[in-house]
């Protein structure tokens, strides 16, 4: 027995606690890169339709590059989730992360010679979604094979607060350095990507998946291969509940954005305020993320994502005939709190009870599911909103959500979730 092996036994020969999250090297490693490459994307992320406005007037094309970043990461979950399966997961990181450092870097020379071309934003756009397919794939086993399971509950909170903190964060800095200099937020997103790069590459821990054995040695059509994850996840009554869960409710937040904003205009909101009021939403998401295990323990992984299902219908009531903005601040804000801890739930399961090499398949499966309907909400709710007004539309949204949590009330996948030997908490 080496020395290092030695250090994480206590004397009677049995496993020590595993160190804590704060000294796991290479969690820490991959956690920063991506903290820092989350924060470039969100400050890049609102300045490309303040480009394109810029250069062309134009809002049906500043939408463009989001839409084709969208359709490039949907059209390819499937297949790189299959690749992160079955590919060494380190190299998939380091080479996309060069391929969006190299995407994005090539906007800041077109942006200093004022040459702006809409088809090759769009090309970037395409290409950081295709990569982040793979990567989210990759890093989504990587995290299985650098964290015990009894720390995956702090280390999804952590993720969660990530995306929160650099949702927060991003888009005002991002706003700020494009009014300095309009190539500025796209050559520090490049320098992210070049973060995630070193870091990535710097892991040493082996990351990836544990082979099963071979069943036989007929080679797989093609589309059953790049489907594997997507029929784990239907197949399976928990991983198929939490992408149909996921589905109804980031289609409804995603109509809400767009209708909360058209409403506090309504109420004499001013942008500022509006800008603020997305701020205190992304400010109290990350406190849900930090307290998320804790609170998830307290109170049982299955009541608290109840309580989360019941309070959205309850606080889009809430919000649609609240008499003042900052009322529908604090009720949307009461929302992406509650919610950030049982999406942790969701996902600690999600991980534990996948085999290691389905990791990437089926958590981007997963993510397609949940996406699958989410990218219309904006359009159907802002046609709604436009014919019968905000307050209607918000009270259909809540009625969504009220038939999404009458739903998962009764199903038996949710309902054994503190029971199950491999129970989030």
């Known amino acids: 027995m080496t020395t290092e092996q030695t250090s994480d036994d206590d004397v009677d020969g049995r496993p020590a606690e595993p160190r804590p999250l704060h000294r796991n090297r290479d969690f820490n490693l991959l956690w920063s890169g991506q903290a820092v490459s989350a924060l470039g994307t969100q400050m890049s992320g609102i300045c490309y339709p303040l480009l394109v406005l810029a250069a062309t007037g134009s809002a049906a094309k500043a939408g463009l590059v989001g839409s084709a970043t969208l359709v490039g990461s949907l059209l390819m979950l499937l297949p790189a989730g299959v690749v992160a399966d079955r590919y060494p997961r380190k190299r998939i990181m380091v080479v996309t992360s060069l391929l969006q450092l190299l995407a994005v870097g090539s906007v800041v020379p077109a942006v200093l010679a004022h040459h702006i071309w809409l088809p090759q934003l769009m090309v970037v756009g395409a290409v950081q979604g295709c990569s982040s397919a793979f990567f989210t794939g990759a890093s989504r086993g990587a995290v ?93 009554p928990y991983l198929r509940m939490y992408a149909l869960w996921g589905a109804a409710v980031n289609a409804v937040a995603a109509g809400m954005l767009l209708m909360v904003i058209v409403l506090a205009r309504s109420r004499g909101a001013d942008p500022t305020e509006v800008g603020a009021m997305v701020s205190v939403n992304a400010l ?142």
């Not at 706003?175 to 790069?197: E, K, R």
């Not at 070193?198 to 054995?213: F, K, Q």
């Not at 290691?356 to 997963?366: E, I, P, R, S």
């Open 144 to 236: 299985r094979r650098v964290v015990p399971s009894a720390q995956l509950p702090a280390a999804m909170a952590l993720t969660q607060a990530r995306g929160q903190a650099a949702a927060m964060i991003g888009p005002p800095v991002g706003g700020a350095l494009f009014g300095v200099a309009q190539s500025l937020p796209f050559g520090l997103d490049a320098l992210s990507f070049g973060a995630i790069t070193v870091t990535s590459a710097l892991v040493r821990s082996p990351l990836d998946p544990e082979r099963r054995p071979a069943t036989g040695t007929r080679r797989e059509p093609l589309r059953r291969v790049v489907t594997a994850g997507l029929r784990y996840v239907l197949g399976n």
């Open 284 to 425: 109290c998401g990350l406190g849900g993320s930090l307290l998320g295990p804790r609170l998830a323990k307290l109170l049982g992984g299955r009541a608290w994502v109840l309580i989360t299902s019941w309070l959205l219908p309850f606080c889009a009531v809430g919000i649609a005939f609240a008499p003042w903005v900052w009322l529908m601040t604090v009720l949307g804000a009461v929302s992406t709190f509650t919610i950030m801890p049982a999406i942790i739930v969701f996902q600690v399961r999600a991980t534990r009870i996948t085999p290691d090499d389905l990791q990437a398949q089926t958590g981007n499966a997963v993510q397609l599911l949940g996406s699958s309907v989410s990218w219309l909400a904006p359009s159907l709710f802002g046609l709604l909103v436009d014919s019968q007004g905000a307050r209607t539309a918000i009270l259909l949204a809540a009625a969504l959500y009220g038939a999404t949590a009458l739903w998962l009330q009764g199903d038996r996948a949710l309902r054994g979730l503190d029971q199950d030997p491999v129970s989030p908490f």
